[in-house]
């Protein structure tokens, strides 16, 4: 019997009851199921399966975390968490505006990250119907300067997910007061290094009192859930006033 048990117990559960059919009415009963000495035999054999917790996947070398909440990016050094799942699973449709909220259009800054370093100190609100074609306007003045020449200390940034091999066009509307000051619109990782991935998806446009639209085009050579685009430079100059609305990120 102890032998015996040591043999079903290397056999899958489905594998024992075909064995246990097979053996003939005094271990099968055709009205229960099973006699008491098929149930003990299982019961033994369940006993043994269920004191095991871990779940290994076969395609694997190892025990498999299924409530793991990060991933490495192979084109990074540092693991990467990823902000929403969406991003990597559903497709978005050619021309469709990956910036939500990117008109300001229900008021507010939702999406954004106005950015602010050193001492540089800055106010910024939305004003409605203050942008093109009657479109809200984010407004940021900038009230003091930071230490820097390149004014990096104030930013209007947007992060998005940027997916390797697709072709992207970015487009904002902007004007500042006074007029005659270059900007920075620029392609970065919103994270350590903080480096660009693409060069040449950015542009330095020269602003001036009224509305124009800025923009650049670029097809992208890399993949990395945590990019943005930054509206920098803005805190060279103290009491300068801007104006950013209707930015737009499609992909082809």
Known sequence: MNATMKSLKRLSLSALILLLASCGEDVVSPKVGLSSQGSDLLSSLLATSSSSADIVDPGLSSTTNLQSSTT?????????VLLSSSAATEPVAPGV???????????????WIIEKQGTATEEHEVIVGGGPN???ALKVTVLTTGASAYGYEVQVNRP???EAGK????S???????SGYEIAAVLSQNHTPWGHHTVGADTYPVLSGVWE???????????????????GNLAKTANQVFYF???????E
């Open 213 to 231: 639209q800025y923009g650049f085009t670029w097809t992208s050579t890399e993949t990395d859930p945590l990019m943005r685009i930054s509206l």
């Open 172 to 178: 904002v509307w902007a004007m500042t007061e006074p």
């Open 134 to 136: 009657g479109k809200n």
């Open 97 to 111: 505006n990956l910036f939500t909220n990117g008109d300001f259009a229900d008021g507010t800054t939702a999406g």
């Open 160 to 162: 998005f997910a940027l």
């Open 167 to 170: 072709t992207y066009t970015y």
């Open 245 to 251: 609305a209707d930015a737009k990120l499609t992909v």
């Open 72 to 80: 490495v990016d192979p084109g990074l050094s540092s693991t990467t």
